[in-house]
């Protein structure tokens, strides 16, 4: 059973700074796509970031330019790097990774942005 396991969440101030990490494990075959998605209060889930297996990143117009995606092929972990923290990135993110076409979510980590 493919398990993903966050770290990273906590309380930071508005402008700081946080990196979040997702290690995956639990599969012997090759883990595909892994990003990150938010859930902020009373939001909807939205995607962060995207990372594919190759390196091609795709993020979202309103996340590229304070937040970077990276991963580590050998271990099966994917990071967000997160700059210039504002409230409004206060939410739950979700790491997520593809295995044989199939999504596997973590159990979330929780960053709260304030003063």
């Known amino acids: 059973q493919v398990q993903l396991v966050e770290s990273g969440g906590g309380l930071v101030q508005p402008g700081g700074s946080l990196r979040l990490s997702c290690a995956a494990s639990g599969t012997s075959f090759s883990i595909g796509a892994m990003g990150w998605h938010r859930q902020g209060p009373g939001k909807g889930r939205e995607l962060v970031a995207i990372?594919?297996?190759?390196?091609?990143?795709s993020y979202p117009e309103s996340m590229k330019d304070r937040f970077t995606i990276s991963r580590v092929n050998a271990n099966n972990t994917v990071f967000l790097q997160m700059d210039s923290l504002k409230a409004e990135d206060t939410a739950v993110y979700y790491c997520v990774a593809e295995v044989r076409g199939d999504p596997y979510w973590g159990q979330g980590t929780l960053v709260t942005v304030s003063s």
């Open positions: 990372i594919s297996s190759g390196g091609k990143i």
